[in-house]
């Protein structure tokens, strides 16, 4: 992809990421990773998908950071729907 350094550079620029060389240019290569994998969705798709300020993060990173929330997520919600009230104990009260 020719546009590649411009278009890091914009996204870098858009979300305020400040790198040292190495890591912009680690970082750099994550973003291409992941415009490749947006461009075969879009091409896929009829509802187009863009880089938000996660598109040059690492495989590791990803699944550090988002699979854990996820796995959070799921965790959480399981725990609330354990201890949500069922719908007749909110009634009971006002039926005796």
Request: without cysteine; aromatic residues 14%.
């Amino acid at each position: 992809m020719r546009d590649g350094p411009r278009l890091y550079a914009d996204y870098v620029k858009k979300y305020m990421k400040k790198y040292d060389d190495e890591e912009y240019y680690t970082r750099y290569h994550n973003f291409m990773k992941t415009l490749r994998k947006i461009n075969q969705i879009n091409s896929r798709s009829s509802e187009k998908v863009q880089p938000n300020k996660y598109a040059d993060w690492s495989e590791k990173e990803w699944q550090e950071n988002v699979e854990q929330t996820t796995k959070i997520d799921f965790d959480l919600k399981i725990q609330v729907k354990e201890f949500q009230p069922k719908v007749e104990s909110l009634f009971k009260d006002l039926v005796d």
